[in-house]
């Protein structure tokens, strides 16, 4: 209540990039308030938890990338009682991002809109980021990294750039999401298409095994994240090719360019993020648990992303499939009591 009466409407009152680097900049900081936050917002009721690929998460609510681009703030969210985040989305090389403006609040809509375009300081800052935070994170709370592609990189050589990350981050992270679906770099999306998508899932999956067997160990968890803004022929297509290199799993939803049905007027470019994005993204959840039902091969893993703003919403990614769920514009309208209010 305190977040929303006093805290929001003061950094509300900044443009939105301005005011998430002021707040992650306190947070990564003042870690010596961190078992204060543990005290105060971290429930230990009504948490179940589940283990994927012999990485153990606490519960099933975690932050979604783009939150942390930059893993400054993994312990914070691991003392509010998360059980995992993932970074990102991290590129091989470090890279400034899509001009400014370009993160958006509609208010009246609960939603985000951005186009930040994978602005981040490159896989191997990134690495020691989160090696560093690891050495201090209790039991349970796992640290998932979201990859993509530089700007620079063709279409037709981006698998590099994934199997690049793949090798930089193997250590650091306890799993990877692949990004092909923010609609914030150019041509990205195109990775969806069948012919790109086969090799580069072969691609990636291959690297993991080789990967795993140089280092002597098991092969780490690969999600797909998907788009919200895809035919059912085109996520049947894609759920095929990825339970063919047998992904652990996939996650629905990144945003959507769609603008249907808000309250505010807007004319910016870029992904919508927040309640406007629920319904799409329950849809296809369902669409894929339908798919895992009727698959004697691999079934996978879900991760349901998009519109997550109280306990409803939370279990409803659950009843259509989600085996994690995560939190990005709800967490930046509801605070740290939203985990709270999801398990109480």
């Not at 994934?162 to 923010?182: H, P, Q, R, W």
């Not at 007027?265 to 339908?290: A, C, F, R, V, Y």
Request: aromatic share 10%; glycine share 8%.
């Amino acid at each position: 209540m305190i977040y929303k009466l006093f805290i929001r409407p003061v950094f509300f009152l900044f443009n939105p990039e301005l005011a998430h680097d002021i707040i992650f900049f306190i947070i990564s900081k003042f870690t010596f308030i961190y078992p204060l936050f543990r005290l105060i917002f971290s429930p230990k009721e009504n948490w179940e938890e589940i283990e994927i690929n012999g990485v153990k998460f606490r519960n099933r609510l975690g932050i979604a990338a783009g939150l942390d681009k930059e893993a400054v703030a993994i312990r914070f969210f691991d003392a509010v009682g998360f059980s995992h985040i993932e970074i990102g989305t991290v590129t091989p090389l470090p890279q400034p991002g899509n001009d400014k403006p370009r993160l958006f609040r509609l208010k009246k809509d609960k939603a985000l809109i951005n186009r930040m375009g994978f602005n981040n300081s490159g896989a191997d800052a990134i690495n020691q980021n989160i090696l560093k935070a690891k050495k201090h994170l209790k039991k349970g709370f796992a640290v998932g990294v979201n990859i993509g592609k530089n700007k620079a990189t063709p279409l037709e050589t981006a698998y590099s750039d994934y199997e690049i990350c793949l090798g930089k981050l193997y250590d650091a992270a306890d799993y990877f999401t692949v990004n092909i679906s923010s609609p914030n770099t150019e041509g990205l999306r195109e990775l969806q298409g069948e012919n790109y998508l086969d090799e580069l899932l072969g691609k990636i999956s291959e690297k993991n095994k080789s990967l795993a067997a140089e280092k002597n160990i098991r092969q780490k968890s690969i999600f797909l994240k998907i788009a919200p803004d895809l035919t059912p022929e085109e996520i049947e297509m894609i759920y095929i090719l990825a339970s063919k290199h047998e992904l652990t799993g996939i996650a629905a939803t990144n945003t959507t360019i769609t603008r249907n049905n808000l309250i505010e007027n807007t004319e910016e470019s870029g992904g919508l993020s927040g309640k406007p994005l629920k319904g799409m993204s329950d849809n296809i959840l369902k669409q894929l648990k339908e798919l895992n039902d009727g698959n004697t091969f691999h079934k996978m893993y879900l991760i349901g992303s998009g519109g997550v703003f109280t306990k409803t919403d939370y279990r409803d990614k659950l009843i259509c499939g989600a085996d994690l769920v995560q939190v990005y514009t709800g967490y930046i309208y509801e605070g740290n009591r939203i985990i709270k209010n999801i398990f109480k």
